[in-house]
């Protein structure tokens, strides 16, 4: 790609390009052993696909406990269980992992020079989840989709990011793992790498 002299700043998607979720089935199972592991993991599809829907409302802390409570309820519903919001995101949040290779690829970033920031389609706790991961401290700012107002593909969460960073839209790179990355970077104006992370410096030398 040879693009490293063309970019001052670098913005990482979150799910899916920074960090997953190892097993979440797995962990939903062990509290649910009555249920059978291929119903949980449709009920757990379904609670997903609305999260991402809806994770821009997680805003404060009143309406992030509107959005668990709902995203609980869509997954009770599917499954017929009964597990409260508070146990529902616990066996989620113990499964967050950064995603192989992706802490080294930031350093490697950061060491070119260039400014990192994370842009996610997440509620309000996108940087608590990072800094528990211990990625956090290698970027410069985090932006989620439930600060900024917006979710990808709408192009406002990568340019607050960019504000922050005090880069403008030709000079930043945005690489992720969804169509939503790739129309959003490009309606703000940036270049787009996808996935996977841990190979982007090398691609971009």
């Not at 991402?52 to 997680?58: A, D, K, L, Y």
């Not at 309820?73 to 409260?84: Q, T």
């Not at 970027?139 to 917006?150: D, F, M, N, P, Y």
């Given at each position: 790609?040879?693009?490293?002299?063309?970019?001052?700043?670098?913005?990482?998607?979150?799910?899916?390009?920074?960090?997953?979720?190892?097993?979440?089935?797995?962990?939903?199972?062990?509290?649910?052993?009555?249920?059978?592991?291929?119903?949980?993991?449709?009920a757990?599809?379904?609670?997903?696909?609305?999260y991402?829907?809806?994770?821009?409302?997680?805003?404060?802390?009143?309406?992030?406990?509107?959005?668990?409570?709902g995203?609980?309820?869509?997954?009770?519903?599917?499954?017929?269980?009964?597990?409260d919001?508070?146990?529902?995101?616990?066996?989620?949040?113990?499964?967050?992992?950064?995603?192989?290779?992706?802490?080294?690829?930031?350093?490697?970033?950061?060491?070119?020079?260039?400014?990192?920031?994370?842009?996610?389609?997440?509620?309000?706790?996108?940087?608590?989840?990072?800094?528990?991961?211990?990625?956090?401290?290698?970027?410069?700012?985090?932006?989620?989709?439930?600060?900024?107002?917006?979710?990808?593909?709408d192009?406002?969460?990568?340019?607050?990011?960019?504000?922050?960073?005090?880069?403008?839209?030709?000079?930043?790179?945005?690489?992720?793992?969804?169509?939503a990355?790739?129309?959003?970077?490009?309606?703000?104006?940036?270049?787009?790498?996808?996935?996977?992370?841990?190979?982007?410096?090398e691609?971009?030398?």
């Amino acid at each position: 790609m040879g693009a490293l002299a063309e970019i001052d700043a670098v913005t990482v998607d979150a799910y899916g390009t920074l960090v997953e979720l190892r097993d979440p089935v797995g962990s939903l199972a062990r509290r649910l052993p009555e249920f059978d592991r291929a119903a949980i993991e449709r009920a757990f599809h379904a609670e997903a696909r609305h999260y991402v829907e809806h994770s821009v409302r997680g805003r404060d802390e009143e309406s992030l406990a509107r959005l668990y409570a709902g995203c609980t309820s869509v997954f009770n519903e599917a499954l017929g269980s009964s597990l409260d919001s508070a146990e529902y995101v616990a066996a989620l949040e113990e499964e967050y992992a950064a995603l192989p290779g992706a802490a080294q690829a930031l350093a490697r970033l950061r060491a070119f020079g260039l400014e990192l920031a994370v842009v996610g389609n997440w509620d309000r706790r996108l940087e608590e989840h990072l800094e528990r991961l211990g990625v956090a401290a290698l970027v410069s700012t985090v932006v989620s989709s439930a600060e900024a107002g917006a979710a990808k593909p709408d192009p406002r969460p990568f340019l607050l990011a960019l504000e922050r960073l005090g880069v403008v839209p030709e000079r930043a790179l945005h690489i992720g793992d969804a169509r939503a990355d790739e129309d959003g970077a490009r309606a703000a104006g940036m270049r787009f790498e996808p996935v996977p992370l841990s190979t982007l410096p090398e691609r971009l030398r």
